[in-house]
């Protein structure tokens, strides 16, 4: 006689498991991180039809006609979660701090202060490639530029310009034909 065989389960389909459910962690981290976030003034618990309006770009949609607490205790939060998280990845693009070149210019009489002001650039995450003097004109408060014609210029010098407490303005005629990037232009404080 011989004895039935017996599945695999060694290393390989432990190794899935536990992604499996490391997965379902995450997935039910985020959803609760989402969930959390709301700011509906209204005082009615979240159900699932209210994620589906959520949802409702284009990603897909849980709906239920049970109640509330029938939605969430017969399904699992990785499935609301998983199309939150979705509708809010298609909803805000991610700005890639890295894809902007980013130049700080001194336009004043203190030393230093092109690099003092890319030290608070870059402690932000972005990468700043040249900083040196603008000595084309004067500028009347620092300024962060973007070319008018590159939306990704344009929200890169708004996030900076944020960061420094300072204004976001297309370039200026002395500055049009510079090479591709943002240009901030700093002076005296």
């Not at 995450?26 to 609760?32: D, E, N, R, S, T």
């Not at 009489?109 to 650039?121: D, E, K």
Request: charged fraction near 10%; hydrophobic fraction near 40%; aromatic fraction near 4%.
């Amino acid at each position: 006689m011989s004895t039935p065989e017996q599945p695999p389960s060694g290393p390989p389909l432990r190794a899935f498991a536990m992604v499996l459910i490391a997965l379902a962690i995450a997935f039910a981290g985020i959803g609760a991180m989402a969930l959390s976030g709301n700011d509906s003034d209204s005082e009615q618990p979240e159900t699932t039809s209210s994620v589906a309006r959520a949802a409702g770009n284009g990603a897909a949609s849980v709906t239920s006609a049970k109640p509330p607490a029938a939605v969430t205790s017969a399904r699992p939060p990785a499935a609301i979660t998983s199309t939150t998280a979705a509708a809010t990845t298609t909803t805000s693009p991610v700005l890639d701090k890295s894809a902007v070149s980013v130049r700080v210019l001194n336009n004043s009489t203190v030393s230093g202060l092109a690099a003092q002001t890319a030290r608070t650039i870059e402690s932000d995450g972005w990468t700043v490639g040249e900083t040196g003097n603008y000595s084309d004109g004067s500028v009347s408060s620092t300024t962060v530029y973007y070319s008018a014609s590159s939306p990704a210029e344009k929200a890169a010098a708004t996030e900076i310009a944020a960061t420094l407490g300072v204004s976001a303005e297309p370039r200026f005629p002395g500055i049009a034909s510079a090479s591709p990037g943002v240009i901030v232009i700093v002076t005296a404080p």
